[in-house]
């Protein structure tokens, strides 16, 4: 849902590992997904999508996993690198009135060397 | 073919001046959609426009806050009488037709002295 005004949960990973990435969204209508990279001082960056009718998708060393059963999202990042290093934000399409995009609260990705 | 362009990229304002943050959606998109960011925090939704429309403004601040998206030029988020709370990363997204996941701009960072 709405990001909260929290800091930034972080994950620590060596470089080479694989990461993941939770997210909780908060509308059982939703049916189409996302995960966002931002940088900092850029503008979050489109990493993956799903729809509702699937549970995973496949991307190049990223997997988005869907379990609509608990509102749950998960991005995994094979054989993380240094240039992974990133804050990642799931977020959801709300249809209302048109449709707009819900970020969840964010997760900051830090890869070790 | 050029990204979302918005500008400026940094802007300082005193505390009851007014700030305007313009954003040029990518070519053959007329969705535009607002977000503000503050530091360690997700984007948080503020409005939606169409060319000439507001679709959803259910984000946008009561008082002070204004968005356009006029036939021809950029879109427009004004702020009014703008206070040390406006202080923020406000970053404009568009679409082609509203319905997957858009492109970001590099935002704006407002601080208000």
């Known amino acids: 849902g709405e990001s909260v005004g929290l800091h930034l949960p972080t994950l620590s990973v060596q470089e080479g590992d694989n990461s993941i990435i939770n997210c909780a969204y908060s509308?059982?209508?939703?049916?189409?997904f996302i995960w966002y990279k931002q940088e900092s001082g850029k503008g979050p960056q489109f990493i993956i999508d799903?729809?509702?009718?699937?549970d995973k998708r496949q991307g190049q060393r990223v997997t988005v996993l869907l379990n609509k059963t608990v509102k749950h999202l998960s991005l995994q990042i094979a054989a993380t690198q240094p240039g992974d290093s990133a804050v990642y934000f799931c977020a959801e399409n709300i249809i209302a009135g048109g449709f707009k995009t819900i970020f969840g609260a964010g997760t900051r990705l830090f890869v070790k060397a | 073919n050029a990204g979302v362009m918005q500008n400026p990229r940094h802007l300082v304002r005193r505390r009851g001046q007014e700030a305007r943050l313009r954003c040029s959606p990518m070519?053959?998109?007329?969705?535009v959609y607002w977000y503000r960011q503050l530091p360690e925090e997700g984007l948080k939704f503020m409005v939606y426009?169409?060319?000439?429309?507001?679709?959803?403004e259910s984000g946008m601040p009561k008082e002070r806050f204004s968005a356009e998206f006029p036939k021809e030029g950029p879109s427009i988020l004004r702020i009014q009488q703008v206070v040390r709370g406006d202080s923020a990363a406000y970053f404009c997204?568009?679409?082609?037709?509203?319905?997957?996941?858009?492109?970001f701009g590099s935002g704006t960072r407002l601080t208000v002295v």
């Open positions: 997204a568009s679409s082609p037709q509203g319905t997957e996941g858009y492109t």
């Open positions: 509308n059982s209508a939703s049916d189409y």
């Open positions: 070519k053959g998109h007329s969705h």
């Open positions: 426009l169409q060319k000439e429309n507001i679709i959803d």
């Open positions: 799903i729809r509702s009718n699937m």
